[in-house]
């Protein structure tokens, strides 16, 4: 399985910014699929996950209500469309799955996109 994340880039903050992961070598569908970020510094998050049908989701406190995950198992491809955005929201962000039901720290994960950079400038 490999994963290709997508989307990043420079915004302002309060604007709005939607990052996708697409899956190839395998079906998005035996997988739960999350977002996880990393600052300069820091130890790399839980952002947000969703188990394989999508019906359920999990979000870290810091974003709730702004972020929302979602995913085109038809596709293969699941997203992380962000509102509201933050100075503190910059970071690289990973796309990761996992066979496990879900997942909300990294080690729970199997496989992992190569990161792309969101920067919020204030």
């Known amino acids: 399985v490999q994963l290709q994340a997508s989307g990043g880039g420079l915004v302002q903050e309060g604007d709005s910014l939607t990052l996708s992961c697409t899956l190839s070598?395998?079906?998005?569908?035996?997988?739960?699929a999350g977002w996880f970020r990393q600052a300069p510094g820091k130890e790399r998050e839980f952002v947000a996950a969703?188990?394989?049908?999508?019906?359920?989701?999990y979000y870290a406190d810091s974003v709730k209500g702004r972020f929302a995950i979602s995913r085109d198992n038809g596709k293969n491809t699941h997203h992380l469309q962000m509102t509201s955005l933050k100075p503190e929201d910059t970071a690289v962000y990973y796309c990761?799955?996992?066979?496990?039901?879900?997942?909300?720290?990294?080690?729970?994960?199997?496989?992992w996109g190569q990161g792309t950079q969101v920067t919020v400038s204030s």
């Open positions: 990761a799955t996992t066979s496990h039901p879900y997942g909300l720290g990294p080690q729970d994960y199997n496989s």
């Open positions: 969703t188990i394989w049908s999508g019906v359920r989701k």
């Open positions: 070598g395998g079906t998005l569908s035996s997988y739960a």
